[in-house]
């Protein structure tokens, strides 16, 4: 039986294997990261003390995709700390393209921020609430600076930093704006550096 061409060609067949062993990793990894999970930095003090700069996320993109299947926008849970594209991303100075911060509102609920505390207002909770006190198990820092009187817009949500004092935080309540749904990447699930401050949302 004459031998096939592979056969004559050992060294040929390891190089297209190697080959195809390489294209697939990479196919994987950018369909891990496009459908299932992204890793992202921490830069900048909007989210302390809950984050730093760098710290190193994950994110899960499981949500976002099954939402996408069915033809939906993924809207997260009050209190998530979540990552979305940057309204105010500059493709020139190519930085700040993607920002971390927590889920404050939803579209037709009222948010105020006065002496310093954050309220929400929905047909729930007439009276209004705390998320901070009460969702948001006092992780972000207080008081709250600012002073807002603003209903979310229908398809968006309402984000703030964790560092609430001053200018430290660039969100919902002053430059940033309500975030559009389609503009979420998904949920943070882990921190897993630095290593000894681990930890899940």
């Known amino acids: 039986m004459d031998a096939t061409f592979m056969d004559r060609h050992p060294k040929l067949q390891d190089g297209l294997g190697m080959v195809i062993f390489v ?8 369909l891990l990261n496009t459908f299932v999970f992204q890793t992202f930095n921490v830069e ?24 996408k299947l069915q033809n939906k926008n993924y809207t997260p849970k009050r209190g998530q700390v979540i990552v979305f594209k940057n309204p105010n991303f500059n493709a020139s100075t190519g930085k700040d393209e993607y920002i971390v911060k927590r889920v404050i509102a939803f579209a037709g609920e009222r948010v105020t921020v006065k002496n310093g505390t954050v309220t929400v207002y929905n047909t729930e909770n007439p009276d209004g609430f705390n998320p901070d006190t009460s969702v ?7 008081p709250t600076s600012g002073d807002v009187d603003t209903t979310v817009p229908e ?6 930093g964790d560092h609430r004092q001053g200018s430290y ?4 309540r002053n430059c940033m704006g309500p975030i559009p749904l389609y503009d979420i990447v998904g949920p943070v699930s882990l921190r897993i550096f630095p290593f000894n401050k681990i930890r899940s949302f």
């Open 23 to 30: 294209v697939g990793v990479v196919i994987g990894t950018l």
């Open 44 to 67: 900048g003090a909007s989210m302390e003390t809950t984050m730093y700069t760098g710290d190193r996320l994950i994110v899960n993109r499981l949500p976002v995709t099954s939402s």
């Open 136 to 142: 948001n198990k006092n992780e972000p820092g207080q």
């Open 155 to 160: 398809g968006t949500i309402f984000v703030m």
């Open 169 to 172: 935080s660039c969100d919902s």
